[in-house]
């Protein structure tokens, strides 16, 4: 495959964990990301261009949730941030790619239960907080 041999992204990676201290998490979906857009446009992406990465957002990407766009457009972006600060590429192919807007989560109130059971094991102190932010 493409992605798994392609040594920026490797080195990129290895960047993320050892330079930036990325968690695990974060380093396993960066690569999963950069592994499959190398796929979708069967190239090594030191070779991509922007149509290349406007098409990977138009067939894999945009039937996503605002949230899963968002993280991989991230990665993609970041990547190539690196590779123009590393001197890999001179242009950025991932300039045109969307910011998807995420709508802010609603707050999730505590309910009545939840709020007697809290109240009745706290401190006076800590109970007369509770009651002013569950207000």
Not at 9 to 26: E, K, M, N
Not at 41 to 58: A, K, M, T, Y
Not at 72 to 100: C, E, N, Q, S
């Amino acid at each position: 495959m493409v992605g798994d041999r392609d040594q920026d992204i490797t080195d990129h990676i290895d960047w993320c964990r050892d330079l930036r201290g990325y968690t695990d998490a974060t380093i396993r979906a960066r690569r999963w990301v950069l592994n499959r857009l190398a796929i979708c446009v069967d190239r090594p992406l030191r070779d991509v261009q922007i149509g290349h990465v406007q098409f990977w957002e138009q067939t894999v990407v945009a039937g996503l949730a605002p949230q899963s766009r968002k993280a991989y457009t991230g990665h993609v972006r970041a990547f190539y941030r690196w590779m123009v600060k590393t001197g890999r590429i001179t242009d950025d192919p991932a300039v045109m790619l969307t910011r998807p807007k995420v709508p802010r989560p609603l707050p999730h109130p505590i309910s009545e239960t939840d709020l007697s059971q809290a109240l009745a094991h706290a401190s006076a102190k800590l109970a007369a907080m509770m009651t002013l932010m569950a207000d």
